[in-house]
């Protein structure tokens, strides 16, 4: 499998400092929010990674990562001159995935997830992963019945869930040819949702549902937020080191709960 990370976009609800440098540069806690993401990947055994960034500072996100030596992986590069979605931003590592599997992964989300599983077992088809959100109508949502998604909206006015489908996607080769053959969303852009749906409608399409926390640091309240709990998962980690003993207070991470993808019509 190939990891595809999306770092595209003008970052328009965090500028200024998006004048300054990509979003996912911007700082949570004690290193760049990229590399929350690129952790997933890492962790999951995928180092083959392909970054897809706008032209305005895709050489600093080169000058950071390099060529992924320190980070035990080897990374590729794309500009994403006119963004256009994030299908649109898939659809330019067709040729670097080769016929493989691809996990891509916004550059601004966070997950505290054990995710692992979900990722190296992945096969055939698509894969999603939801999270119950209080404001669904800023995301793709789905609905589910038992252990099937029954649809698929993007970021609709009036949400039938508030399950959110989150910025990380797995699909198999097949998302190269239905990314090719979309057509532009009444907002102008390739809806990564589009992808999903047609998975969906051919049965191969399977979830998890996230239960820690999962943090799109793309606002500066957002941005704020995943500071201070990666600060606080942290801190509690260093005084567990220090008094292995003693129960240190924090949330827990319970079991993902996985449901298996349908096959056939």
């Known amino acids: 499998m190939k ?25 949570v806690y004690d290193k760049p929010l990229l590399l929350y993401p690129l952790q997933t990947l890492l962790d999951a055994g ?36 006119d963004p256009k979605g994030i299908a649109q931003a898939l659809g330019m590592a067709e040729e670097f995935a080769d016929g493989d599997n691809v996990c891509a992964l916004l550059g601004d989300n966070i997950y505290l997830d054990p995710m692992r599983q979900a990722i190296a077992s992945f096969e055939s088809g698509g894969h999603v992963f939801l999270k119950e959100v209080s404001d669904p109508e800023r995301f793709g949502v789905a609905q589910v019945q038992g252990t099937r998604i029954t649809s698929i909206a993007e970021k609709p006015a009036h949400p039938t869930s508030n399950l959110a489908i989150t910025g990380c996607y797995i699909y198999d080769h097949r998302c190269f040819e239905v990314i090719r053959h979309m057509q532009p969303s009444p907002r102008g852009e390739l809806e990564i949702t589009d992808v999903s749906r047609w998975y969906m409608e051919q049965k191969e399409l399977s979830y998890t549902i996230l239960k ?29 080191q220090f008094l292995p003993n003693q129960t240190v207070p924090q949330k827990a991470s319970p079991p993902v709960q996985v449901a298996p993808a349908l096959h056939g019509r």
């Open 3 to 27: 990891g595809v990370l999306i770092c595209g976009g003008s970052g328009t609800r965090l500028k200024p400092l998006t004048d300054i440098t990509n979003k996912s540069l911007l700082p």
């Open 212 to 240: 820690d926390e999962w943090i799109d640091a793309g606002t500066f309240e957002s941005l704020h937020q995943a500071a201070v709990i990666i600060r606080s998962r942290k801190l509690a980690h260093t005084v567990q």
């Open 46 to 81: 995928i180092r083959k990674i392909m970054v897809v960034s706008g032209p305005e500072h895709v050489d600093q996100m080169a000058g950071f990562l390099g060529s992924g030596t320190r980070f035990g992986c080897a990374f590729s590069y794309r500009v994403q001159d």
